[in-house]
């Protein structure tokens, strides 16, 4: 009898670990705004719940499928999904019973809001618009239990989230390596698991031309090819071994699609009038000396850039941009801007011609050529909002007298950025500490995969604070969010990538979502390791180091 007892102690307790190893935690990575549980009964999971959505909604429709989708992949459940429409066309409460219901709600807070109620009788996924609810259904997801399951329960409760930023971004240079059409969708996959929806393309620089342009087509087949990569930091040895590759406008057409799918706009950068080496080796006319140039084999930041003095290479980058307007329908397209040595323009003939024709004069610590940038930035700022676009440029840009209309993004530290919300710009935060993810995660660096150099440690990604302590009230709103920089110089395949982005990007989405009072680093680092199983379900790889204690004992003090 004692034997039986135990017996069935121990079944129980299993049955219990199973149920509770079953169970959904809202307690996700960025933390929901509201977490309210509900005193009733858990809503059940099974295959035998459908996924509603509101018939004449297109967007919907992709949502259901989405969530439909990303339940199987976690869990094995297969969801079918149903258009619903009842009077208002919506969901009726008869058709909600026992299902997800996906819903329109215009009082839901904030353009990507969301609102989740779960009873036993159903689960409510809504939002003000269908981005909200794609958040809502992130959260969700990643409220599940990775793993093979036949149910799934769901604690009654009323959860909530707004983001703190509109603007939460990843960046990803595929110049200095070449990441191909799936690479790349998977990082648009990771970055809608955390909440982030502005991906800034990097697709032209001094070690590759990656985006085919119908009318230069040298600039993908030339540009796009060096001969050989130096080895590490800028050794002296060279790997002799052609590397390149380009996005055909189809391919980048795809991509962009797959990225609306998921609620992120794609910002492509063409930098200008520096980073140009791979569009002088097509066209060597477009510099200063005529050329021969080559693709660049090495890492840094070279002297030859575009000649300005030369009206054909103003119409070369506006027919270039024609292109990417074309291809990329988003409000915003960066124009770099960044490291742009004057020494050629200081020696060109048609460079100085153009500074006095200007009536270019040096101004305070204004040179007649950085004013020259300012000038050639201006051409293409008003060339684009000729046709509906703004610019972004790196910070260098508050150095050359561009108006405000130009969005900066801060990289050389958080202080340019502070500048220039105080000027009147909108900016955008992605200062090297601790926002570039090519830098080690680490101080302790001989396990490491190489990286550019720095320690930008997972806890002071999390510490970051986008807005400065004493920016004026009225100039808070000009900070637009924040955004982390993958440099790809060391960088050379996808799973290195993943390396560097996971699990810094969960701590900067709790940067991006959270308001600076709801953060509390213990609480995500609890909150973390569910996350982290989501990564590895996916077979992503991540930084596990990353979660230890000891790590940071050894790295934070
Ligand atoms: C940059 O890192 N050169 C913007
Ligand atoms: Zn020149």
């Known amino acids: ?145 990775a793993g093979k399951s036949m149910q799934i329960l769901l604690p009654a409760a009323q959860v909530a989230g707004t983001p703190r930023f509109g603007y939460r971004g990843m960046h990803l240079d595929c110049s200095r390596h070449f990441f191909g059409v799936e690479t790349v969708k998977r990082y648009l996959d990771i970055m809608a698991l955390h909440g982030m929806n502005r991906l800034h393309w990097h697709l032209t620089d001094d070690q590759g031309w990656r985006i085919e342009i119908k009318k230069y087509p040298r600039l993908a087949e030339v540009g796009g090819w060096r001969n050989g990569t130096t080895l590490g ?76 003095g030369k009206d054909h290479t103003l119409q070369f980058v506006k027919d270039v941009l024609d292109e990417v307007m074309e291809l990329f329908p988003g409000e915003y397209i960066h124009i770099g801007g960044d490291e742009s040595p004057r020494v050629r323009w200081q020696e060109c003939p048609l460079c100085q011609q ?73 900016v955008i935060m992605t200062p090297v500490g601790p926002l570039y993810f090519d830098y080690y995660q680490t101080d302790k660096t001989w396990n490491e995969p190489t990286a550019f150099g720095g320690c930008n440690t997972l806890k002071k990604v999390y510490d970051f604070e986008p807005v400065a302590a004493d920016l004026p009230a009225d100039k808070r709103h000009h900070i637009l969010g924040a955004q982390a920089n993958v440099w790809t110089e060391y960088i050379t395949c996808e799973s290195q990538v993943q390396y560097q982005i996971l699990p810094r990007m969960a701590a900067l989405a709790e940067v991006q979502w959270l308001q600076p009072e709801d953060k509390d680093y213990q609480d995500f680092k609890a909150r973390l390791p569910h996350l982290v199983d989501i990564y590895k379900h996916y077979g992503w790889t991540y930084r596990a180091k990353s979660l230890t204690q000891e790590d940071e004992d050894k790295t934070d003090n």
């Open 354 to 426: 153009r500074i006095r024709d200007l009536g270019l004069k040096a101004r305070g610590k204004q040179s007649p050529e950085a004013l020259l940038q300012g000038w050639f930035t201006t051409q293409m700022q008003q060339y684009l909002s000729n046709h509906g676009r703004r610019i972004i440029g790196w910070d260098e840009l508050l150095g050359c007298d561009i108006d405000t209309s130009a969005t900066i993004m801060s990289w050389r530290g958080a202080e340019p950025g502070a500048q220039g919300a105080l000027q009147g710009h909108d």
């Open 233 to 308: 930091h800028n050794s002296p040895v060279n790997d002799g071994i052609r590397y390149g590759g380009y996005y055909t406008q189809e391919e980048i057409r795809d991509i962009v699609r797959y990225a609306a799918e998921r609620y992120i706009t794609i910002i492509p950068e063409v930098d200008m009038p520096g980073h140009m080496l791979g569009a002088l080796a097509a066209y060597p006319e477009l510099g200063c000396s005529g050329g021969p140039y080559e693709v660049w084999g090495q890492w840094g930041v070279t002297d030859d850039i575009l000649c300005v």
């Open 1 to 145: 009898m004692k034997q039986l007892i135990v017996c069935v102690m121990v079944a129980l307790a299993a049955i219990a670990s199973v149920a509770q190893g079953n169970r959904a935690d809202y307690r996700v990575v960025p933390l929901p705004n509201v977490i309210n549980g509900i005193k009733s009964a858990d809503f059940k999971l099974t295959d035998q719940c459908l996924v509603n959505y509101p018939a004449v909604n297109r967007d919907m429709e992709r949502n259901a499928a989405m969530l439909s989708q990303y339940v199987e992949e976690l869990t094995g459940i297969h969801l079918s999904t149903r258009p619903c429409r009842d009077a208002k066309s919506s969901v009726s409460n008869q058709d909600r019973s026992g299902n997800i219901s996906l819903l329109i709600d215009s009082k839901v807070a904030g353009d990507e809001g969301y609102s989740i109620l779960v009873t036993p009788r159903g689960v409510e996924i809504s939002g003000r618009t269908a981005a909200g609810v794609f958040q809502g259904i992130q959260v969700l997801r990643k409220s599940l239990p």
